[in-house]
């Protein structure tokens, strides 16, 4: 039973990171969006460098045109993105000065990451690149055939961020509390966990939406019976200054 109604809640923000649980998402449309809504997760008044949110688009609805790089993953529904289907599971990386709309053509729940491209000299920019969740080679991570990675956006210097799915069997872990320097947006996809996050641990669920700003110490392991899934977002293969 929920408590929202009493002011309960298990969101949070703190100096260091925000828990963002469903019953606190407030619905807005951005500019150029028509026939769709965001739900914006991070964004630079959190203190994010990136923009993340969730666009949840009735058949025909759009998103508009920006200038910065755009990174698009189908939750749910069929999409059209620079001329390409993008089918639940698919994604997309548009590249900064694509113009292009995003349409949906079925309803549709998109993660979109908003990103403002950092060029590294010598380094062509990245040309558009699309795929699907599952024709990508899943890892374990650090040799632990309870945690896989898959890794959307391809290694190289030419992009600035990375995206990857990372499935917890019950009672998977991460070995380590992680801190560093890469910040990180997150959105629960399946299953459900324990998160620590700072000197807090918080019991999370398909979702959910996380911010951990850099250094934020950070830690997942998976419960129930079911496995854990999240969409994890961080900068990637660019300097520190
Ligand atoms: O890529 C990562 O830093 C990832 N292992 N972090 C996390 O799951 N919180
Ligand atoms: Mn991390």
Redesign the pocket.
């Known amino acids: 039973m929920s408590f929202a109604h009493l002011g309960s809640t298990r969101s949070s923000h703190q100096r260091n990171h925000l828990l963002q649980t469903p019953d606190t998402f407030v619905r807005a449309p951005l500019p150029g969006m028509q026939g769709a809504t965001a739900i914006v997760h991070a964004a630079p008044a959190l203190g994010a460098k990136f923009v993340q949110y969730t666009a949840e688009m009735q058949p025909g609805g759009q998103l508009g045109p920006i200038h910065s790089q755009r990174f698009l993953y189908v939750m749910e529904g069929d999409i059209t993105a620079a001329q390409h289907q993008l089918r639940t599971g698919s994604y997309a990386v548009l590249p900064e000065g694509d113009a292009s709309l995003v349409r949906a053509a079925s309803a549709s729940r998109v993660v979109v990451i908003e990103k403002k491209y950092q060029a590294l000299d010598g380094v062509p920019i990245p040309t558009l690149l699309v795929g699907h969740e599952t024709d990508v080679e899943e890892r374990p991570?650090d040799g632990d055939p309870a945690l896989r990675v898959r890794m959307l956006v391809p290694e190289g210097p030419n992009y600035d961020f990375?995206v990857?799915t990372?499935t917890y069997d019950p009672g998977g872990s991460?070995s380590m509390v992680?801190i560093?320097v890469?910040e990180?947006g997150?959105l629960m996809l399946e299953g459900q966990g324990i998160y620590r996050l700072g000197d807090l641990w918080y019991p999370t669920a398909a979702g959910d939406f996380i911010w951990?700003a850099p250094y934020c110490p950070?830690?997942?392991g998976a419960l129930g019976k079911t496995p854990a899934k999240?969409l994890?977002y961080?900068d990637w293969n660019r300097r520190p200054i």
């Open positions: 991570l990375a990857n990372m991460l992680e560093h890469m990180h997150l951990m950070q830690w997942f999240y994890i961080k």
